[in-house]
């Protein structure tokens, strides 16, 4: 069990790194723009989703392998910079109007799964989230208790304040539920994900 003082601390240490704008915020702001609060849940889901995967790797010893082999470490970083990058292109290709629209219920449902693939991806293939299980998190676990637990009780307090962060992100976004339902706001909100991506893909390639 993880003393609660290592649970705060350690949230208090990742709440910057949640703060920092990355992809997860950046297909949040766009889904939620072009079509409302509901697809907020796929976003947050995804990316928890991801969380539990880099702790679960990090008990396996996965991570580590990966963050001392340069070469593999590496190719983690080149596979999500162009995974981010040809995000940004599609965001940025989506963002033009469709001539044949799709209802709206089937819509929603494909999009749904769309979303959730696009942010698990985003952060299973983000080295810095896979950094955080591997260097944050051993400062504050005891070696005299079981590891892979206190790894999964600070992933789930990790994953409840990205939770709570993309939520308050979301609510911020509806306070503009006007001009949401302008589509030349839409595709201007598109076109910046798009440039956000594509500006994360390009950094975490040359870093």
């Known amino acids: 069990m993880v003393h609660p003082y290592a649970v705060a601390g350690f949230l208090v240490a990742v709440l910057p790194l949640i703060a920092t704008p990355g992809a997860s915020l950046a297909l949040l702001i766009r889904h939620v723009t072009g079509s409302g609060a509901r ?24 991570s580590a392998l990966v963050m001392h082999s340069s070469l593999a470490f590496s190719g983690v970083k080149l596979i999500g910079a162009v995974y981010l990058i040809g995000l940004g292109i599609w965001t940025w290709r989506s963002a033009t109007p469709n001539a044949a629209p799709v209802p709206h219920r089937q819509r929603l449902r494909k999009e749904s799964g769309s979303v959730y693939a696009q942010a698990l991806l985003a952060n299973v293939l983000n080295p810095k989230a896979a950094a955080i299980y591997l260097t944050l998190v051993p400062q504050f676990i005891a070696p005299d208790q079981p590891f892979g637990r206190q790894i999964l009780t600070l992933a789930t307090a990790h994953a409840l304040l990205i939770t709570l962060w993309l939520a308050v992100w979301t609510l911020l976004v509806l306070r503009a539920s006007q001009a949401l339902h302008k589509p030349r706001f839409k595709r201007t909100a598109a076109k910046a994900t798009s440039a956000v991506l594509v500006a994360i893909g390009v950094r975490s390639a040359m870093r």
């Open 39 to 62: 697809q907020a849940l796929p976003v947050i889901l995804g990316t928890v989703t991801g969380l539990y995967i880099h702790a679960t790797l990090a008990i396996a010893g996965l």
